[in-house]
């Protein structure tokens, strides 16, 4: 391939830029679903002999794409690996929910400018959440001309094609679609271990004042209920031991059907009949959280007690400000709710601090919450303002020392409840899977209760991926330390 010498003008041709105002607009189209995705067969040696390596950056649904993005790959011939120097193709698979996630990126796209210059034939790609981001693309084409292609959240079944229009082009390639694209069932994806995720859905139609991913990630698509039980009966029969259901917010699922009536908890109520051993759900929001569902998690077997439940604040002025659609008291009555149906459930949340306007008292609500709910572990951020958002164009009048302290006081009653709740279980008789080594030291290993919480005991690597039973010995924030059982008689947690 020659090298590339690109200037402004050059983008006219393939450059079709992600436009923020038409990412807002929900159309009313129906979604359609593709059985037909193919790669064509004159384009499955095209990597024979050649390596790509992928970075991904964010949640959990960007790491499912990568492994949707190293299917397509390896299904053209490519191979893996994990040096830069070696690779052929390198992808970025970044995240746009906060600034410093987007600051890695920036940083990292600096580090491989040098080994572009050295390596012109590498064809360097960004995608993910950040490319659905007008001002991103534009920061690229102006800033870092050397990246060759830029693909969206909504196009990575276009992979192959634009891969080999980077080959064979001087211009930067990209093909961003602003408006969610349809649902493409058959993709290859590269699977490896005991756990599989599985998507039920895409998008976000719920617009949480802060949240830039209705706009990176389209409007709300479920997947049908047939295609998500053939995946999951698939993955069951080919020996994996776990499967977390992925959404941006799982409990809208089955909202958008126009032929039929079937919810999540339907779902789950269908998946929970199925020969996996374990299954986890991610995201919910508690706006969407029905009695159904928790009718149906209180069933047990194979559906796991923990349930991730982001509350964001504990102020109902600032969740309105938010657009979260629920007060602080119906979340509380939503977590009786749970607690009543499913006493030992884990409950773990997300929460914002320093929201624009955000006040001590407000902030003293959030910290009273969180220890009325007692949540076992939660993910704690600073506000950070995204452009295009509502809340960007709020008065951010927190200072960055108030947000810091706030922080670190949540932190804090964060981690002594974690504490109180793993002390909790010092005695007991856990179920547990076995997931690997742990890191630190091959002759212990790591593994999860049904409560998702990590557990430390010593054991043999045969028993990796095999569900047993562990007594709890210590307790410490993060971390079970135990030895394994024989079954127990009584029933177990
Ligand atoms: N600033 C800080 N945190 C955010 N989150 C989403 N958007 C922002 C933002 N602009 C957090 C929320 C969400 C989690 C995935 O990330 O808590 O639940
Ligand atoms: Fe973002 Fe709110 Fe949608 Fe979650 S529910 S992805 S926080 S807009």
Known sequence: MPAKNKSDKDFSIYFQPPSLTDAKKRGKESIEVHYDFAIPEEMQTFGKD???????????????????????????GYQPTEDKRLADV????????????????????????????EKPNLVLGVCGCMSQEEAVVNRISQKHPFVDMIFGTHNIHRLPHLLKEAYFSKEMVVEVWSKEGDIVENLPKKREGIKAWVNIMYGCDKFC????????????????????????????????????????????????????????????????????????FTTSHPRDFDDRLIEVLAKRGNLMEHI????????????????????????????????????????????????PGETDEQFEDTLSLVKQVGYDMAFTFIYSPREGTPAAAMEDNVP?????????????????????????????????????????????????????????????????????????????????KGERVEEPVQKVI
């Open 50 to 76: 050649k390596y790509y390596l992928i970075r991904t950056y964010g949640c959990q649904m960007n790491e499912h794409d990568t492994e949707t993005m190293k299917g397509l790959l390896e299904t053209m």
């Open 209 to 280: 004042t802060y949240c830039i991913v209705p706009y990176t990630r389209g409007k709300e698509r479920s997947r049908r209920p047939e295609d998500v039980l053939a995946e999951v009966r698939d993955l069951a029969r080919q020996g994996f031991k776990e499967i977390m259901l992925l959404g941006q917010n799982v409990n809208a699922y089955g909202k958008d059907f126009e032929d039929i009536s079937y919810s999540f908890g339907d779902l789950m109520d269908d998946i929970r009949k199925i020969d996996i051993p374990r299954v986890r």
């Open 400 to 480: 960055e020392s108030v947000k810091k302290e706030r922080l670190q006081r949540l932190n804090d009653t964060m981690n002594d409840l974690s504490k109180a709740s793993n002390d909790k279980l010092k005695g007991q008789i856990v179920e547990v899977l076995v997931e690997g080594e742990s890191k630190n030291n091959p002759e212990v290993l790591a593994a999860r209760t049904r409560g998702n919480k990590l557990i430390h005991f010593t054991g043999p690597k045969e028993w990796i991926g095999q569900l047993m039973y562990v007594k709890v010995t210590e307790s410490q924030t993060w971390i079970l």
């Open 308 to 355: 991730h439940l982001p509350v964001q604040s504990g102020s109902t002025e600032v969740l309105k400000k938010m657009s979260r659609k629920y007060s602080r008291e119906h979340y509380l009555e939503l977590v009786g709710k749970i607690r009543q149906a499913i006493p030992d459930a884990v409950l773990t949340t997300d929460i914002i601090v320093g929201f």
């Open 90 to 117: 390198i992808l970025l698979n970044t995240c746009a929910i906060r600034e410093n996630a987007e600051d890695k990126v920036f940083g990292e796209l600096g580090h491989l400018k040098a080994l572009k210059a």
